[in-house]
């Protein structure tokens, strides 16, 4: 038998060809972005790809050399099989610089395209002068860095340690430069030295009173910062042990290790730095660990889109940056490894900030004697 696939915001081709980058472009020009699938008939049915390498590299140098704003960050290619079927899936997410469209054909009715329920359409000019004009112009992209004096020796180690090349484009490569060939604000936070600081206080009861300790993680690489975080939150992400039987054992965490390392990443990569500069807060009580990250949902982004894991960076870059240190994996999939283990009550939603509450998992016997 046959695999089928089904699933919304897809189109299904069967051999890629150079015009089905329009159907990308209409995926980033989209709200949700989606899926395409190239190797499965309109039906959903896999037939296969040969030379499922090759296919790869080649989409990979299509997407990045015809379409325009950059989109890296924006997409990510996945090889999938089924009984020995090899088919590719290119995950597209929402662009925050709309509208993109073909190089060759400019900001066009020819270039630019959207998707419309399942198809895909050509958008008017009146479109394209409408999305335009909502571009967001605050993205750390286009904001200046406060230095222009910064090294990246700790992130080219990185890089390095990940075996990728290095070379004098590299930091444009990363598009760490604005349209003035100035380094920008994602440069400013993954350099040697800056002034962003990451905060993770612990306190001694379940309010704010009697704190115990406040350490700074900053100064340096987001990415050095990121790692020195989840090394600090898995110090008191205690595991407890429990006899439940002859030689039978249950062993669980405060809080599940999956999904809080994903909580912060995601408060860390999709933070709103251009919010007043202020990082992610992470706070760790008696009964509970707290993740504050600045901005509330991206624009124009819904709370069930936010759950069901719909991919819409606000970060672009940065999220670029922290997938090939493969602290992210596949875009969009950092909630569904969260509320695999929690509910959606562990978040609270502002238009200012996304808290997400986790709370700490005691032993049965200590839940029946607290209630006593």
């Keep these: 038998m046959n695999k089928s696939i089904q699933t919304h915001n897809s189109k299904f081709i069967s051999i890629y060809s150079d015009k089905d980058v329009t159907e990308v472009v209409a995926f980033l020009n989209s709200k949700v972005g989606g899926y395409l699938y190239i190797g499965i008939d309109n039906m959903g049915n896999i037939i296969g790809l040969p030379n499922i390498d090759e296919t790869v590299l080649k989409i990979g140098n299509q997407l990045k050399d015809n379409i325009s704003p950059s989109i890296l960050g924006l997409f990510e290619i996945v090889i999938e099989s089924f009984a020995d079927k090899y088919y590719i899936k290119i995950v597209i997410t929402s662009g925050p610089e709309k509208p993109y469209h ?6 066009s009715e020819k270039g630019c395209y959207i998707r419309v329920g399942n198809a895909k359409m050509p958008m008017t000019t009146k479109m394209i002068e409408n999305m335009f004009s909502k571009r967001t112009r ?11 004096d910064l090294t990246f020796r700790q992130l080219k180690i990185f890089y390095e340690e990940k075996r990728f090349t290095i070379n004098d484009n590299f930091l444009h490569n990363l598009e760490l430069y604005n349209d003035d060939d100035k380094l920008n604000y994602n440069a400013y936070l993954l350099a ?12 001694g009861g379940v309010n704010k009173v009697d704190l115990i300790e406040s350490n700074e993680y900053g100064y340096c690489s987001l990415i050095k910062a990121t790692t020195r975080v989840l090394d600090k939150l898995d110090i008191y992400n205690t595991t407890h042990t ?11 965490r405060n809080v599940d290790k999956i999904a809080l390392r994903e909580a912060v990443i995601n408060a860390i990569v999709h933070n709103d730095y251009a919010i007043n500069e202020v990082p ?7 009964d509970r660990f707290e993740i504050t990250s600045m901005g509330g949902l991206p624009l124009g982004m819904t709370k069930d889109e936010f759950f069901d894991g719909v991919s819409n960076p606000r970060n672009k870059v940065l999220m670029r940056v922290f997938k090939d ?8 999939s950092g909630m569904s490894r969260i509320l695999s283990a929690y509910s959606r009550d562990i978040f609270k939603i502002s238009d200012n900030y996304i808290k997400i509450v986790f709370p700490i998992k005691v032993s049965e016997c200590k839940a029946d004697a607290n209630r006593m």
């Design 102 to 107: 073909i190089k060759k054909y400019g900001q």
């Design 138 to 148: 605050n993205s750390l992209s286009k904001i200046l860095s406060p230095r222009q």
């Design 192 to 203: 040697d030295d800056n002034a962003v600081s990451i905060k993770v206080a612990v306190y």
């Design 242 to 252: 429990k006899i439940t039987g002859k030689a039978e054992r249950d062993e669980w």
């Design 280 to 286: 992610p807060v992470f706070e760790i009580f008696t």
């Design 325 to 332: 240190m493969d602290l992210v994996e596949q875009l969009g």
